[in-house]
């Protein structure tokens, strides 16, 4: 299963606001209840931030993947977005994060929350890829670019 499958365009933020870790994980959220009807907003947060509990899920090099699960869904939801500024996401490698993929899958789904996770681990492992996520002039550009590398993976 491929991201752009995944990740709808209009759930891409080219310039998200937030300046904390909770924040970001709200946006994020906000994101992607553009198309994904019938989310419960705060349980979605809730359901996020105690998975950052348990280990941050900034992975470092400016990335962070933030992921959770809930009973009530049916599929695999994602959405992108992009901090300039950076934001202070107690990545391993103590810099801020610029890029997020926030992801939510469905409590009994395993392995393709796995494969995705990893699918866009690989992706953001790329130097070249997360330079021209950063250059992207919007959220446009943003999901060509995913779509055009990920075809290379």
């Given at each position: 299963m491929k991201i752009v499958d995944l990740l709808h365009?209009?759930?891409?933020?080219?310039?998200?606001?937030?300046?904390?870790?909770?924040?970001?994980?709200?946006?994020?959220?906000?994101?992607?209840?553009?198309?994904?009807?019938?989310?419960?907003?705060?349980?979605?947060?809730?359901?996020?931030?105690?998975?950052?509990?348990?280990?941050s899920t900034g992975i470092g090099e400016g990335v962070a993947i933030p992921h959770g699960k809930l009973k009530d869904i049916k599929k695999l939801l994602i959405s992108f977005g992009r901090s300039r500024r950076g934001v202070d996401f107690d990545s391993m490698d103590g810099k801020p994060a610029h890029l997020f993929?926030?992801?939510?899958?469905?409590?009994?789904?395993?392995?393709?929350?796995l494969?995705?996770?990893?699918?866009?681990?690989?992706?953001?492992?790329?130097?070249a890829v997360r330079r021209r996520l950063l250059d992207a002039a919007g959220s446009e550009e943003i999901y060509r670019i995913i779509s055009e590398e990920e075809e290379k993976l």
């Open positions: 365009p209009a759930a891409i933020a080219a310039d998200i606001e937030a300046t904390g870790k909770n924040e970001t994980l709200a946006e994020l959220t906000d994101v992607m209840m553009k198309v994904a009807n019938g989310l419960d907003r705060d349980e979605v947060i809730r359901v996020l931030q105690e998975r950052e509990r348990l280990g993929f926030l992801l939510i899958a469905p409590e009994e789904s395993v392995g393709i929350h494969k995705t996770l990893a699918r866009i681990s690989k992706l953001l492992k790329n130097p």
